[in-house]
C-alpha cells in the first residue's frame, strides 16, 4: 500500500509532535508499506541526521515543500495533497486537519490524527466540515478521552470502523539488554546512589519546579534532568547554581536514540505534570495528554511515580505505577522517600510496566491502523471509477 503522510511539524526539530510523526512512519514502513512523507522546508536533513534525532532504522524518502508563513501552511497542504494524488497515493495519512479536508474534496482516503482539540481560528470550522464527509477517513485519537469530548463537543458520533483509540507508542527493540541502573550510571559518568530521572520538554505544567522543591526536600537522592529546549533549560541552571543545590544533574537535549541509556541509570522515573499543562503550541491539554515518556518508562522496567491526572489511567494502574496529587510537593517527596527504601516495590511496578508496554509499540499501534485502513481501499477503487466516469 502506499501512504502519502503528511504533517506541519518542522522536520527535523526536537519538538515531541516531530518525534512522534517519524515515528508513526517509521511503523508503518516497518510493517511493509511504502511511504512517502511530505513536510514544510524549514530546514532540510539526511538520513544519518534524522536516524540518531530520532531513533531510526529503515529509511523512507521525504519531501521538503516550501510555503508562505501568511497562508499558515495552507499552502504546504495544498501542495502536499496533490503531490500525493501524483504519487499514487492509496491512502493519505495526515495530522494536519486542513490536508485530510484536501484529501476529502479529492476522493482520497484519509487517516487523520488528532492530539487535541481543533484550535485556532480555523481550526472547528474545519473540524465541521471534516465530520460532514468522514465516510472515507479513519479517525485516530490519541485517547479516549479526546473521542469523547470531540464528540460531545461537536455533537456527533464516529461511525463504527472509523475510530482508533491510538495511544503513542514505544519502541520495545531500542529497550532491550539495558544495563543495570548502576551500570548506566556508570557509564555516563553520573552520580552513585538511587536516581529519580525525568525525560521531556520543560514547559509550562511540566513539574520542573514540583521536581526543585522535591530536590530541596531529598538531599540524598540523585535527581537526573534530562531534555527541553536550551532557552528553557538555561534558567533552571542558573536556579541551581544560585541555590547551591548539588543533587540535580540537568543534562539537556539529547537524541532520541540514546534516550534508553539515561532512562536505565534511574531507579525511579517521574511525569510530575500540574493541573495545567501547556502544549507545545499552547493551550491546556490536561483532559487528553499522552506523553510519549509514559511508553518508553514503561519499556525501560523502572518504577514510575507520576500525577493522578483522570487521562493516566487510560494507561497506568496502581499496578504500574505509584499516583501522586498535582503540585503537592510533600505527596510526591513522600511517594519518592517510600519507593526509595522499598526495592521489592520498585522492582514489582517496574516489571508490571515492562510487561504492559509489549502492548503499546508503534509497530503494533501502526498494524492496528492498516487493518481499519484496509476498509478505506475500497472507498479509492470507487473514487477512480466515479473519476473515470
Known amino acids: 500500500m502506499r501512504i502519502a503522510c503528511i504533517t506541519t511539524s518542522q522536520i527535523p526539530s526536537r519538538t515531541a509532535n516531530s518525534i512522534q510523526a517519524m515515528k508513526v512512519c517509521h511503523a508503518l514502513k516497518q510493517c511493509g508499506q511504502e511511504i512517502k512523507l511530505w513536510v514544510p522546508f524549514f530546514k532540510s536533513a539526511d538520513w544519518t541526521e534524522l536516524k540518531e534525532l530520532y531513533g531510526l532504522q529503515e529509511e523512507f524518502p521525504i519531501q521538503w515543500l516550501p510555503f508562505k508563513k501568511s497562508l499558515r501552511q495552507y499552502d504546504f497542504c495544498w501542495h ?137 526536600a531529598l538531599p540524598d537522592i540523585h535527581f537526573l534532568w534530562v531534555g527541553g529546549k536550551e532557552e528553557h533549560i538555561q534558567p533552571w541552571r542558573e536556579e541551581l547554581k544560585a541555590r547551591q543545590i548539588n543533587n540535580v544533574t540537568l543534562v539537556g537535549f539529547i537524541p532520541n536514540q540514546e534516550l534508553p541509556l539515561y532512562q536505565a541509570a534511574c531507579n525511579i522515573l517521574v511525569m510530575p505534570y500540574g493541573k495545567k499543562i501547556s502544549g507545545s503550541s499552547g493551550g491546556d491539554i490536561s483532559q487528553v495528554i499522552n506523553p510519549m515518556k509514559m511508553f518508553d518508562y514503561m519499556a525501560s522496567g523502572r518504577a514510575i511515580v507520576a500525577s493522578d491526572i483522570p487521562v493516566f489511567h487510560e494507561i497506568l494502574s496502581e499496578q504500574t505505577a505509584v499516583f501522586c496529587p498535582p503540585e503537592d510537593s510533600q505527596g510526591w517527596s513522600a511517594a519518592i522517600r517510600r519507593l526509595a527504601d522499598d526495592q521489592d516495590e520498585r522492582e514489582r511496578l517496574a516489571n508490571n510496566a515492562k510487561a504492559r508496554s509489549a502492548q503499546y509499540s508503534w509497530t503494533a499501534r501502526a498494524a492496528k491502523t492498516l487493518a481499519l485502513i484496509n476498509d478505506l481501499e475500497g472507498f479509492r477503487h470507487e473514487a477512480r471509477l466515479d473519476q473515470k466516469s
Not at 486542513?98 to 481550526?123: C, K, N
Not at 483509540?165 to 538511587?194: F, M, W
Open 80 to 216: 502536499a495533497v496533490q503531490q500525493a494524488r501524483q504519487w499514487n497515493a492509496d491512502v493519505i495519512y495526515t495530522w494536519a486537519l486542513q490536508s485530510a479536508v484536501f484529501s476529502q474534496r479529492q476522493q482520497i482516503p484519509s487517516v487523520m490524527e488528532f492530539h487535541d482539540f481543533p484550535m485556532g481560528t480555523f481550526g472547528p470550522h474545519l473540524f465541521k466540515i471534516y465530520i460532514r464527509h468522514h465516510q472515507r477517513c479513519l479517525s485516530l485519537t490519541t485517547t479516549a478521552a479526546l473521542a469523547q469530548g470531540l464528540e460531545e463537543k461537536y455533537g456527533f458520533t464516529f461511525p463504527s470502523g472509523s475510530l482508533q483509540i491510538a495511544p503513542n507508542g514505544t519502541d520495545p527493540q531500542c529497550y532491550l539488554h539495558l544495563p543495570s541502573p548502576v551500570q548506566a550510571r556508570k557509564k555516563l559518568g553520573l552520580p552513585e546512589g538511587v536516581t529519580v530521572g525525568f525525560t521531556g520538554h520543560f514547559y509550562k505544567g511540566r513539574g520542573i519546579e514540583l521536581l526543585l522543591e522535591i530536590a530541596l
